[in-house]
């Protein structure tokens, strides 16, 4: 019954790191001459990468770690029995909230206490289908898969990895937009208090909560940039141009 205060906490934290991985990934797709180098300091033959590579990494790490807290947390909590289909009623009933959603007429639910079934099946696969596969192939592409693997590479090319990657990015997008778009639409007080505030009621704290974590991804967004990250990136090895 009810969300736990470590849900909003490591939905904060997903969506801080969301869009700087984001971003930073878009910037490694897009820039043509990096701002500046990052070499590591271990290794015989440390690979030079750049600094945006090395934080995008760097968020992909944090991400995973705290997608792990969060898969244990919602095992042992019994929290998995909101985002993890029972039956297969759930596809018809998905159907019938689709048809709902798609006429303005909202489906009658109580997200407090459980999710209406397209929900379930969104969050099912964005969490057990869509994050693996971006963790996936974001090792295969990263400086982190054994060069030494000649066979595993044959099986898992680099080419398959790119392949998957950037579609996976564009699904979080549009997930990210189209929740974003629900939320706020279908009763935005009560939603923001459901995941912001702790609290199954319609007030305005959940909404300063979700406008304070605003403003830190924000300063996170503009503080993602050279002058910064350098200093931070220096610490696990070597800055250059």
Do not use: C
Request: charged share 10%; proline share 6%; aromatic share 16%.
């Amino acid at each position: 019954m009810g969300l736990p205060a470590w849900l909003g906490w490591q939905h904060f934290f997903n969506v801080f790191l969301m869009v700087l991985i984001i971003r930073s990934g878009w910037q490694v797709r897009t820039q043509r001459k990096p701002p500046a180098s990052w070499t590591p300091r271990r290794g015989k033959n440390p690979k030079k990468i750049s600094i945006t590579l090395w934080l995008h990494q760097s968020l992909d790490l944090l991400w995973l770690v705290n997608g792990g807290i969060f898969i244990v947390l919602l095992a042992v909590t019994g929290q998995w029995m909101r985002v993890v289909p029972t039956s297969w009623d759930v596809f018809p009933n998905a159907l019938s909230a689709g048809l709902q959603y798609l006429s303005l007429d909202w489906p009658t639910e109580n997200g407090w206490v459980n999710y209406n079934s397209l929900q379930v099946l969104a969050y099912f696969v964005t969490i057990f289908i869509a994050a693996p596969l971006a963790a996936l192939s974001g090792y295969r592409m990263s400086n982190l898969w054994p060069a030494k693997a000649k066979g595993l590479s044959k099986v898992y090319p680099v080419e398959v990895a790119r392949a998957i990657h950037f579609p996976v990015m564009l699904y979080f997008v549009g997930f990210i937009i189209v929740h974003v778009a629900l939320v706020l639409s279908t009763g935005a007080l009560r939603n923001l208090n459901h995941m912001y505030g702790g609290q199954d009621a319609v007030n305005w704290f959940g909404f300063w909560m979700f406008f304070a974590s605003l403003l830190v991804i924000a300063g996170g967004w503009f503080a993602a940039r050279p002058l910064v990250l350098a200093p931070i990136a220096s610490l696990f090895g070597k800055v250059g141009r």
